[in-house]
């Protein structure tokens, strides 16, 4: 019924154009009448002898020629009715025939929550080696970029200076015990004595502290000999952490100082690596209730353009304070790295995996339609028609979305062809795919009334009626992309005007997808 009443309307309003251009050239003939009459004349004493000419030889006379120019004339006048209906046909929406269209099953799945965020890969350590003492550099221990695990020699001062001063303070040490060991068997003697009476108080005391003086004398000489040989030790640069040496910055035979701007060489750390980025606010609240709770959450590293996954690691920790400038919060992700590949101050993408949602009812997001009534999709039945449904959609992750009301898993929806579909349209699965005669639809499924689908004939059925001459010869210019950008941008305010006279543009035929004005003429 609503096609019928469809196609009663489009032969109205052709009827009610066709009358306006019959009296606009009864009028401009009216005009131009007087100027044209000789040539009028001249052309009807023409047509009259051709018309005898022609009468005299076809059967039946001048009633044959009136009988042929009148279906003539209604052949014309029904080909400028039918074209909205028929071209349209072959143009590509609401073709006669079922459409040929791509399909997905509804199907239960999870659905991850994630948050995205850009990150700078942070080493745990990086390490200036500089050297502890001075000296000239005898040897240079290791290859630029070669890993080098911590202990491991680096590089070599000048020993000799050093070591001749650890000897020198091991015979101080020497002599100095010696004479601690002296005061000490005097003390001893005098101890005997004074027990005897024979010495006095003062000279015992005076041996005492002798002793005592000696015995700081050695601890003295023993730091000296610790001091030597940790200034003997840092004559060979050991690596302080694991990781890779960069460029080195001094060459062998410099002399180098202690504490010197200019280091050795840098060691950076890169097993385990770090990730530093950042959050929105808003979303702390998440994070942090699934750590209070003593979950891990996973953290994925992608490279500039999201499309290669580097690494897979987990949330470490979260800082104290929010960025009262930017509005977000740092956080820090590990990573093993066993492979290497997290490269020190490289810019990467971050998902971090806040939670999962079970039991999804999950389709391709390319089935989801958008129009005046919300979103919706078309619904394959068991006997290959479409049925417009709305639907309430849930989280999106990739190119996979979860619906919330209005699907049920194991129903069958379109991904490919929606735009030449219409509420009952019949189509043809060309992969073969077979649709599930036993799925019964959701219990919260609402269908699209039958008014809004009558204004989305085609996807955009209604907006080309309503479209201004000048209008239609720009979208026709146009590629089919930016044409669909356009009438997306335009929708809201062409939709609020009145129809067209002559019922605006409409696809071209052959299956071209161009526009021009209904009716078979040019825009304009």
Known sequence: MNSQSDDTSRFQTAGEEARRSFDQARHYF???????????????????QGGRWLAARTPGGQRTLWTILGLILLVLFVWALIPASTTTGRGGFGANGPQPVAVAIAQKGDIDITLNGLGTVTPLATVTVRPQVSGQLMRIAFQEGQIVRAGDLLAEIDPRSFRAALDQARGQLARDSASLTNARLDLKRLQALYAAS??????????????????????SDTANVESASINLGYTRVIAPVSGRVGIRQVDVGNFVSAGQTTGI???????????????????????????????????DAYDRSQAVKLASGRLAAVDTQIDTTTGTVKLRAMFGNENGELFPNQFVNVRLLVNTLHDQVVIPAAAIQRGAEGTFVFVVKADHTTVMRTVSLGQQQGERVAIVKGLNAGETVVTDGGDRLRDGAEVTIPSGQKVDATVKPAENATAIPASAQYGRRGGNFGLRRK??????????????????????????????????????????????????????????
């Open 30 to 48: 009216d005009r131009v009448g007087d100027r044209a009459d000789p040539y009028l004349k001249k052309a009807r004493g023409t047509a009259a």
């Open 198 to 219: 024979a010495t006095s108080q003062q000279t015992l005391d005076t041996q005492a502290a002798l002793v005592k003086q000696d015995e700081g004398v050695v601890m």
């Open 265 to 299: 060489v840098v060691v950076t750390q890169l097993q385990p690596m770090s990730v530093m980025f950042t959050v929105p606010e808003d979303n702390i609240g998440d994070i942090v209730a699934r750590i209070a709770t003593g979950d891990e959450l996973t953290v």
């Open 467 to 524: 479209l201004t001459p000048d209008e239609c010869t720009k979208v026709q210019a146009m590629s089919q992309e930016d044409r669909g950008a356009w009438m997306k941008e335009h929708r809201e305010e062409v939709m609020k005007r009145p129809d067209q006279p002559g019922g605006g543009c409409r696809f071209g035929g052959g299956g071209g997808g161009g526009f021009r004005m209904r009716g078979g003429g040019p825009p304009g």
